[in-house]
Each structure stands twice: as C-alpha cells, then as structure tokens.
Nanobody
Framework: QVQLVESGGGLVQPGGSLRLSCEASRSILSFNVMGWYRQAPGKQRELVAAITSGGTTTYTDSVKGRFTISRDNAKNTVYLQMNSLKPEDTAVYYC?????????WGQGTQVTVSS
C-alpha cells in the first residue's frame, strides 16, 4: 500500500519556474529509484528525470540543464525543480517509485506553460 502524492503543478508563463513535489507514504530511500514522468495529450509517457536511492540522477535530453531532481529524505519527498519552462513542457507530470516488489505511481499534477 505505497502511496505517492504529487503537488505543485499549475499555469506558468514561458521562461517561468515551478517546483513539483512528490511525498511518499514511506521512506523514499526504500525505493531503488524514484522518477518524474510526463505525458502530454496524444503523446507517450516519457521519463523526465530520475534519482536512485544512492543519489545518482539522470535526465532526458530535452530538460537537461533546465530541470533538477532532488530529495528531502527526512520529509519523504522528491522534488522536480523546473526552470526556463517551455510550452512543450506542458503535460501531466507523474511521480514514480520503483522497488523490487513493483512500481508505484502518483495521481499526476498538471503543468501548463502558456503566455
């Protein structure tokens, strides 16, 4: 019964910033990897950024240099700091946690980048 709850989405102008949060119902260090995915209308869900329990991070090329994934272990929370947002970043963003037992998803939070 793992639960992930995202927050922080909203409407932002191009070039603006948002910080997404994903709070887990247990220690995020119990996940082998946590990641942020996004899905835009008519497109496949794609991995945006991920962080392992050891702190190693990875990013899809389109967000590298603009997005940063981080965590606060004491708060059981992983963040996605999104800077220099572009209209093509518009999507529903989902938090995912992977363990040996399975993969778990949050409910998603909408990010809309528009002037």
């Amino acid at each position: 019964q793992v639960q992930l709850v995202e927050s922080g989405g909203g409407l932002v102008q191009p070039g603006g910033s948002l910080r997404l949060s994903c709070e887990a119902s247990r220690s995020i260090l119990s996940f082998n990897v946590m990641g942020w995915y996004r899905q835009a209308p008519g497109k496949q869900r794609e991995l945006v950024a991920a962080i392992t329990s050891g702190g190693t991070t990875t990013y899809t090329d389109s967000v590298k240099g603009r997005f940063t994934i981080s965590r606060d272990n004491a708060k059981n929370t992983v963040y996605l700091q999104m800077n220099s947002l572009k209209p093509e970043d518009t999507a529903v963003y989902y938090c995912n946690g992977g363990t040996t037992w399975g993969s778990y998803w949050g409910q998603g939070t909408q990010v809309t980048v528009s002037s």
